[in-house]
């Protein structure tokens, strides 16, 4: 408000804008308050005395008052979107033609917090009521001029809860193709906020029904048309009360596409080649980070960790408890469980790893390296087994402090041959 009344003073039309508007209207909190303005950008920056142009080609100015951060952008008209996401003509004009450049109607609206009068040049208001998100204008020149706005109609469908209108959705098939001119970076900051919601079922259904799913994971292996049964869709069906991170998104999403191609050979998805080659894949075409790539390996390695043995030993329990993914894998083994894609005896292992909820499952080891230079013996390829043939027990039980590690550690150590066969 500090910053709408400064350029109301200064003789400026100004108005809250765009998403802001919406959310107030819906009865929702805004995440953050954009400004519009007849104001051009050399004038906000005149009148506000901490600026930063941020996007100064198209009238953008970020200004920083009493701790905030707020977008003051001059209302604008764009042209000649060549690369299908940024316009390369921009000059500044009114309120009304500054609407007519905007995605969505229901993005399209102004609001002037000071008489509260909404104002609605491209039936906004009408679309809220109807719970309908379409482009303004011309669906087909909407779509033309950004790609990305696919994606964005699919992300505020879900989130709203909202249809599609019929031109907008067809439009949607229409173009569905030109997604993979975005860049992998914009897609994956768009299914970031997507998929990971509680409404993100309605946006997988979406981005399936209008042909955008197959385009996003196009390196992946690709389902038959006629086996993409959302019955038996893992993302829908995973946790569908509570937020999921976004490795956990991509792991059932990966799945999914596997069951649609072959249900039988679930297992093979889950083994350390299979997950290499997913996460190249990712890396391909959405370009995730190696926070994420490290954690999706988790996740689905995790499983196949715990499903070497079944049923699985106390110390395989603890060790995929201590991994930092074990929550994510727990939800997707019940989910796989529940789909009747693992063996019968992996039925009983969510009860058994809610036997250790509360427990430490990663005690500091009693025999580390060290120790074992300090007991005498020279490093080599047997360290690692028998540290982990050591440690497990400690995990068992079946050893009690560290001088009776010690012993077992020499023990192993002494028969070559048999610490080779340690799992």
């Known amino acids: 408000m500090a910053v709408l009344r400064r350029l109301r003073d200064a003789g400026h039309v100004a108005y809250f804008a765009g998403g802001c508007v919406r959310d107030l209207l819906l009865g ?5 308050y ?4 007849d104001a051009p950008p050399a004038r906000v920056r005149k009148l506000f005395s901490n600026t930063q142009a941020v996007g100064a080609a198209f009238g953008v ?12 952008a001059t209302f604008r008209a764009e042209a000649g979107y060549a690369d299908g996401r940024h316009p390369s003509q921009v000059h500044f004009t009114t309120a009304q033609h500054d609407a007519q450049r905007r995605d969505f109607t229901i993005n399209g609206l102004f609001l002037d917090p000071i008489s509260d009068q909404v104002i609605d040049y491209v039936g906004g208001q009408a679309d809220l009521q109807a719970k309908t998100v379409r482009a303004i204008g011309d ?3 909407r779509f033309e001029e950004d790609h990305l706005r696919m994606l964005r109609a699919v992300r505020f469908a879900a989130r709203l809860g909202f249809s599609i209108a019929p031109e907008t959705e067809k439009a949607i098939r229409d173009h569905a193709k030109y997604l993979t001119r975005i860049s992998p970076e914009r897609i994956a900051a768009e299914l970031r906020i997507m998929l990971t919601p509680t409404s993100r079922a309605q946006a997988y259904r979406l981005l399936n029904d209008l042909g955008l799913l197959e385009l996003i994971f196009r390196f992946l292996k690709a389902p038959s048309p006629a086996s993409a049964d959302y019955g038996n869709s893992l993302f829908c069906s995973t946790a569908v009360d509570e937020p999921i991170s976004f490795p956990l998104a991509l792991a059932l999403a990966s799945i999914d596409r596997q069951i649609w191609s072959d249900p039988a050979d679930i297992r ?24 994420e790539s490290d954690a999706l390996g988790g996740i689905l390695e995790g499983i196949d960790f715990l499903l070497q043995t079944l049923p699985p030993r106390v110390a395989t329990i603890k060790r ?25 005896p992996a039925d009983e292992i969510p009860e058994r790893l809610k036997d250790f909820d509360g427990t430490d499952v990663a005690p500091v080891p009693w025999v ?9 013996l020279a490093p080599g390829p047997l360290f690692k087994p028998v540290l982990d043939a050591v440690y497990d027990a400690q995990l068992e039980g079946s050893i009690d402090n560290s ?11 002494a028969d070559g041959e048999n610490a080779k066969k340690l799992p």
């Open 28 to 32: 929702r909190t805004p995440t953050d």
């Open 34 to 37: 954009d400004v519009a303005t």
């Open 61 to 72: 100015i970020l200004v920083r008052i009493r701790g905030s951060q707020i977008e003051v």
């Open 139 to 141: 669906p087909l020149e």
């Open 268 to 291: 093979a998805a889950l083994s350390h080649t299979a997950v290499h080659r997913l996460i190249h894949a990712l890396r391909q075409s959405l370009r995730i980070s190696n926070q």
């Open 320 to 344: 995929f408890l201590a991994r930092p993914t074990a929550d994510d894998s727990r939800l997707l083994l019940a989910s796989l469980i529940s789909a009747g894609l693992l063996p019968p």
């Open 368 to 376: 580390n390296g060290d120790t074992l230079v300090a007991a005498g």
């Open 403 to 413: 001088n009776e590690g010690i012993q077992l550690a020499l023990k192993l150590a």
